[in-house]
């Protein structure tokens, strides 16, 4: 499969990179080991039942999904016959997020707050295109080292974060392709949580 600059390199026009990467990004998710998506799910469903947190992480990019994530995993998923997702992103405390980037290093900003929070048995969701990301690295060791599900969702070469994860959700693309990674990673988003939600509620309107 050609990467990205290949394909632009053979396109003359906006037009022709557009379909192009939508043709790409389809020859990628036709890839995807949808079993692993199923474990995801799984994982997610056994929390609730155990009423165990759900904690997401990631930089940049992936700090917004995980703020997305964690939205659609907690409120749109929830009924009055089932128990709540008990999800939480760790990227959107501004004042704790910043005290312990200056005070202990930016390394520091989410293991941190798992030791303060995290139980056996919740789960942290490492968002990281690299899977190399410190922070992100250091969180899910810390999560694995304590009794937590580490679920890995990483591109390129799956970094440390996939070595060490229960389960990794891996999109292997070319170095630098962070672009279809992080689309990647908000359709698993939409994926679960409609699953969950029609498995739920039978219906996706509010």
Not at 173 to 191: A, C, K, R, S
Request: charged fraction near 15%; charge should be negative; proline fraction near 3%.
């Amino acid at each position: 499969m050609a990467d990205l600059v290949t394909l632009f390199n053979a396109t003359h026009s906006s037009a022709q990179f557009a379909s192009a990467y939508l043709a790409y990004l389809a020859d990628i998710l036709q890839a995807i080991d949808v079993s692993i998506i199923e474990q995801i799910i799984d994982a997610f469903s056994t929390a609730a039942e155990n009423e165990k947190t759900i904690y997401f992480l990631g930089n940049g990019g992936s700090a917004v999904t995980a703020t997305h994530f964690a939205s659609d995993m907690a409120v749109n998923t929830r009924t009055n016959q089932h128990k709540p997702l008990r999800a939480v992103s760790l990227v959107d405390n501004l004042a704790l997020l910043t005290c312990v980037s200056n005070d202990e290093g930016f390394e520091n900003i989410f293991i941190r707050q798992l030791e303060i929070f995290m139980q056996p048995g919740d789960i942290v969701v490492g968002l990281s295109v690299s899977g190399n990301s410190p922070n992100v690295v250091h969180a899910c060791q810390y999560a694995k080292d304590n009794g937590a599900t580490v679920i890995a969702c990483t591109g390129f070469s799956g970094g440390k974060i996939g070595s060490l994860a229960d389960i990794h959700f891996h999109i292997p693309t070319p170095l630098g392709e962070y672009g279809p990674v992080e689309d990647i990673f908000q359709i698993l988003d939409h994926l679960i949580y409609t699953y969950l939600r029609l498995s739920r509620v039978g219906s996706l309107s509010h």
